[in-house]
């Protein structure tokens, strides 16, 4: 569903294109929130309520499960694209996630990312390390 990186410029309203492969996947009400590693996520609806159930899953007195509510709740913006595909990202996410001009959207598969450009390239560089004796890549067997 969503694959790829694209680069596009915020406008000074604080708007960013949507590659067009991405939006009929992200209409209606798209969610737009922070991600776990300063950056922000776009879910679509029915990605988000996978998510959002799983989130009220966790028990309240459990503080990983309430920082991560913190997080990701108290961050949600419902999307709506404009004619040209655009979407507004308010200031509280921009400055979360040090948006300011080029903005790196990454295809996620089921959700989509959007970097900072620089914070995007220091993390993909930290992916190997991260990977190293990976019980993830011996379920993948890749």
Excluded: C
Aim: aromatic share 8%; hydrophobic share 40%; net charge negative.
């Amino acid at each position: 569903m969503f694959w790829g990186e694209f680069s596009h410029q915020l406008d000074d309203k604080g708007r960013l294109i949507i590659p067009a492969r991405f939006r009929p996947h992200l209409t209606p009400q798209a969610i737009l929130t922070r991600g776990l590693d300063r950056n922000l996520v776009i879910y679509p609806h029915e990605s988000w309520r996978d998510v959002s159930e799983r989130l009220n899953e966790m028990p309240m007195t459990d503080p990983a499960g309430r920082a991560l509510r913190r997080l990701l709740f108290s961050g949600v913006v419902e999307l709506a694209l404009d004619r040209q595909g655009r979407i507004l990202i308010p200031g509280y996410l921009r400055d979360y996630a040090s948006l300011n001009g080029e903005v790196l959207i990454a295809g996620m598969e089921s959700f989509v990312e959007l970097w900072d450009p620089t914070h995007w390239r220091a993390t993909l560089n930290g992916v190997p390390s991260a990977l190293t004796d990976s019980q993830h890549l011996l379920k993948l067997d890749i």
